[in-house]
């Protein structure tokens, strides 16, 4: 753990690092390839959280991919609201099309399981789910996630596309956040 910049405010460890994560996606791209066959598959990126996951893990899957973004709001700073509402919608029809889901982390799994009704509502042919963390200490919604990177213990974790009130998400890393009161 160190102190960090001045822009900063409270310590990081790193939790998993940028190679690490490097390896994982290639298998994780490999793997949903494989569940796919030589079928188009449409990755759905959840805003923002996902985006460089997103980015590493379509580069990651060979043949026919096609990205969509999703927006939803659930969560602020530290502590989730408990309410997830659409900021930003798909910008095409998903009917009969092989969807993947791409998540960063799953935590009380309440946007996972707004996010599978709404998707599955829109009829697509397949809808799986990959997710770059799981972390279920606090899952309180039973929601089947069908790739996961990493299972992580109970932490706020930041950095890769994770944020703390918009920040740190270009950390190369993921890093556990502790905050400092000085
Ligand atoms: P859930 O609905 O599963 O409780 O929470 C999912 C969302 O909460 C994630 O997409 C993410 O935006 C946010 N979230 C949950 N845990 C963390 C965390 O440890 N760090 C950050 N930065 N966001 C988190």
């Known amino acids: 753990s160190y102190r960090l910049e001045s822009w900063m405010k409270g310590s990081h460890e790193t939790l998993i690092s940028a190679e690490q994560i490097s390896e994982r996606v290639v298998e994780l791209g490999a793997q949903i390839r494989a569940d796919h066959g030589d ?9 923002k959280g996902s985006i460089l996951f997103m980015a590493d893990l379509a580069r990651a899957i060979p043949g026919d991919v096609q990205l969509e973004f999703l927006g939803v709001s659930s969560y602020m700073g530290t502590k989730s609201t408990g309410q997830v509402r659409i900021t930003h919608d798909l910008s095409a029809d998903i009917t009969g099309r092989n969807i993947v889901l791409v998540e960063d982390i799953v935590d009380t799994g309440l946007t996972l399981k707004f996010l599978i009704r709404t998707l599955n509502q829109r009829n697509p042919k397949s809808l799986r789910v990959v997710t770059l963390l799981d972390k279920p200490a606090h899952r309180s919604n039973q929601v089947q996630v069908d790739y996961v990177g990493f ?6 974790v930041i950095g890769y596309g994770l944020d703390l009130d918009q920040r ?3 950390l190369p890393s993921i890093e556990v956040f502790t905050p400092v009161t000085d």
Do not use: C, S
């Open 39 to 47: 079928e188009e598959i449409t990755l759905i990126g959840v805003l």
């Open 168 to 170: 740190y998400r270009n």
């Open 151 to 156: 299972k992580i213990p109970d932490a706020f």
